[in-house]
């Protein structure tokens, strides 16, 4: 059974940076895409950032290009996204997934395993 466990800051200041992280167990870490997606209060879930299975190749969402970055571990079969120069917009839950395959995609239905999420809250 496959399972993603997030972590990662909860309330931090506008400027600040965040990393969270996303642990994976119950299948081959490096086979498969990995994804992060946030959801804020009254909007639905939007992409944030994909990368491959290698990591070779990374996707990011417009509103955060330049400030995340995301980064996996293969040999810990964890993901990161590094967030820097955090935006109140940024408040969110974030939600870390497990690809369906190997290539990277900025769509949901390209994901099959999700984590639980993870508060993070951005303050003026």
């Known amino acids: 059974q496959v399972q993603l466990v997030e972590s990662g800051e909860g309330l931090v200041q506008a400027g600040d940076s965040v990393k969270l992280s996303c642990a994976a167990s119950g299948r081959t870490f490096n086979l498969y895409a990995m994804g992060w997606f946030r959801q804020a209060p009254g909007k639905e879930r939007e992409f944030v950032a994909a990368s491959s299975g290698g990591g070779a190749t990374t996707y990011y969402a417009d509103s955060v290009k330049g400030r995340f970055t995301i980064s996996r571990d293969n040999a810990r079969s964890t993901v990161y996204l590094q967030m820097n120069t955090m935006k109140t917009e940024d408040t969110a839950v974030y939600y870390c997934?497990?690809?369906?395959?190997?290539?990277?995609?900025?769509?949901?239905?390209?994901?099959?395993?999700w984590g639980q999420g993870t508060q993070v809250t951005v303050s003026s």
């Open positions: 997934a497990g690809g369906r395959r190997y290539s990277a995609s900025n769509s949901e239905n390209d994901y099959m395993y």
